[in-house]
C-alpha cells in the first residue's frame, strides 16, 4: 500500500518551485514525481529548442536589458545605450530559466555588434562582427555587393572579402521568427504552470512509480 499518511500536506514547496525554474522537471523530481518531471521536461524543452530550430538564435531575445541593469547596480560602464530585441516576449521566455538567459545571453554578447552610436544590433548581411571588439565590419558595398578590402581580425592583414564572410547570423522571415519566438514563450508559460505546481504540492516519501506499483 501506498503510504499517504507519511505524506507531507500540501503546503507551500518554494525550494521545489525554484528548482522547477533552474531546470524544467527538476522541481517534480525533487518531489519524487518522475514521471511528471520526464513530461515537463520533454514538453518545456521540446518546445523551447523547435523554436530555436525554427527561427534560430533570434528567437531568443530580451534586448540585453538585464545586462545594463547589472551593470547600473555594480556601478560598472554601460556596453551599450540601445538596443533592438524583443524585450516583452522575453518576460515570457525566461521562466524557462537559465537555459533561456544563457541563450540570450549569447546571443547579445557573442553575435551583435555594437556600431558606432553605442546601439547592440543584428549584423547586417554585408557585414561581419570583430570577436575582440564587437564592432561590425563591412566587407560588401551596399548596393552593388562588390567585395571590399577589410582588415581580418583573425590576422590584423588588409585582404578582399570572399563569400565566406558573413555575419554571426542572419535574421529569418518574418513569419518564421514569430513562429519560433511564439515556441519559446510557450515553453516559457508551459513551465511556468509547472512552476506553480510544484510550489504547492507534496513531497512524497517515496516515488510515485513506486507508490504506484505497490
Not at 57 to 73: E, Q
Not at 144 to 151: E, M
Not at 182 to 209: K, P, Q, V, Y
Amino acid at each position: 500500500m501506498t503510504r499517504h499518511s507519511a505524506d507531507q500536506h500540501d503546503t507551500p514547496q518554494p525550494l521545489a518551485a525554484f528548482l522547477a525554474f533552474v531546470f524544467p522537471g527538476l522541481g517534480h523530481l525533487y518531489l519524487r514525481q518522475r514521471r511528471r518531471a520526464a513530461m515537463v521536461a520533454l514538453g518545456v524543452l521540446g518546445l523551447f529548442v523547435t523554436g530555436l530550430a525554427t527561427a534560430g538564435i533570434d528567437a531568443v531575445d530580451s534586448g540585453g536589458w538585464y545586462i545594463t541593469r547589472f551593470n547600473r547596480m555594480t556601478g560598472r560602464p554601460a556596453p551599450f545605450t540601445r538596443t533592438d530585441g524583443d524585450p516583452i516576449w522575453f518576460l515570457g521566455e525566461m521562466f524557462c530559466g537559465p537555459v533561456a538567459f544563457g541563450v540570450d545571453y549569447y546571443h547579445q554578447t557573442r553575435l551583435k555588434v555594437l556600431d558606432n552610436t553605442d546601439t547592440l544590433r543584428t549584423a547586417l548581411p554585408n557585414e561581419i562582427r570583430d570577436p575582440k571588439t564587437g564592432r561590425p565590419i563591412q566587407v560588401r558595398d551596399d548596393e552593388n555587393k562588390t567585395a571590399l578590402q577589410f582588415t581580418d581580425p583573425a590576422t590584423g592583414r588588409q585582404r578582399l572579402s570572399t563569400p565566406q564572410d558573413r555575419p554571426p547570423y542572419v535574421k529569418p522571415l518574418a513569419r518564421v521568427a514569430e513562429i519560433g519566438t511564439l515556441s519559446c514563450t510557450l515553453a516559457g508559460m508551459l513551465n511556468l504552470i509547472a512552476i506553480i505546481d510544484c510550489a504547492f504540492n507534496r513531497r512524497r516519501e517515496e516515488d510515485e512509480d513506486e507508490g504506484a506499483a505497490s
